[in-house]
């Protein structure tokens, strides 16, 4: 009964070798968004998008980008991949209206 | 910006006592307040929330209260056990629904 699905949950990668990471719903959620987590901090917000309408964060790096081509998926680019990208990336949703978010399992990245 | 406090950093109990962690917030406009369980390599999940329209809600031995003219709200844990060791993050909303989340506590529960 997995309502948001992170793939893949691990994914290597070499210094600046672009590399996606994707989110997928079933709880047919309006809104979603992209956080990073590096250990033990908070989750710090990347994106967000409602319905196709993508929002940026001001300090989010122009090496992060991301495509939503339906409500069900969204996807997390990163275009070249420094030592200091290597974190968890967690996807969460949630229906318009409604304030609760719901996460994914997390991609944990590692950048050799 | 929106700012929270989170305290403290991390807590280490035994088994069976009350843990209560605390956070503060700056902005008065919030009406959302979620706490949030993360288990080392898990997702984060929601473990209870309250709203602004009221001051105190209960789960079973989970409670969280909200002071808003103090702006401030915990989160109590009664009767801990092992299992709920873990990291708690504080969240509060803005107006656009954005979260800003506390910089979390590490809960250890000894047996």
């Known amino acids: 009964d997995a309502m948001v699905i992170q793939n893949p949950r691990y994914q290597v990668t070499q210094f600046g070798k672009p590399v996606t990471l994707s989110c997928s719903q079933t709880?047919?959620?309006?809104?979603m968004y992209w956080y990073q987590q590096k250990s033990s901090q908070a989750p710090k917000l990347l994106f967000h998008?409602?319905?196709?309408?993508?929002?940026n964060e001001a300090d989010t790096p122009d090496n992060f980008q991301s495509r939503r081509p339906n409500t069900s998926f969204c996807f997390l680019d990163i275009r070249s991949p420094g030592l200091g990208d290597a974190a968890m990336y967690l996807c969460?949703?949630?229906?318009?209206?409604?304030?609760?978010?719901?996460f994914g399992p997390g991609t944990r990245l590692l950048v050799l | 910006g929106e700012n929270v406090e989170q305290h403290p950093s991390t807590l280490s109990v035994q088994e069976g006592d009350s843990a209560v962690i605390k956070c503060t917030y700056s902005?008065?406009?919030?009406?959302?307040f979620p706490w949030y369980k993360q288990e080392l390599g898990k997702r984060p999940q929601l473990i209870i929330d309250?709203?602004?329209?009221?001051g105190e809600k209960k789960d079973q031995r989970i409670a969280v209260t909200l002071n808003k003219t103090a702006k401030h709200f915990s989160l109590h844990i009664t009767e801990t056990q092992p299992e709920d060791s873990a990291v708690y993050f504080c969240?509060?909303?803005?107006?656009?629904?954005?979260?800003?989340f506390g910089g979390g506590t590490r809960l250890m529960v000894k047996p």
């Open positions: 902005d008065s406009a919030s009406n959302y």
């Open positions: 969460a949703t949630r229906r318009q209206g409604v304030e609760t978010q719901y």
């Open positions: 998008y409602y319905d196709k309408d993508f929002n």
């Open positions: 309250i709203r602004s329209n009221v």
């Open positions: 969240a509060f909303n803005n107006a656009g629904n954005m979260l800003t």
């Open positions: 709880l047919n959620h309006n809104v």
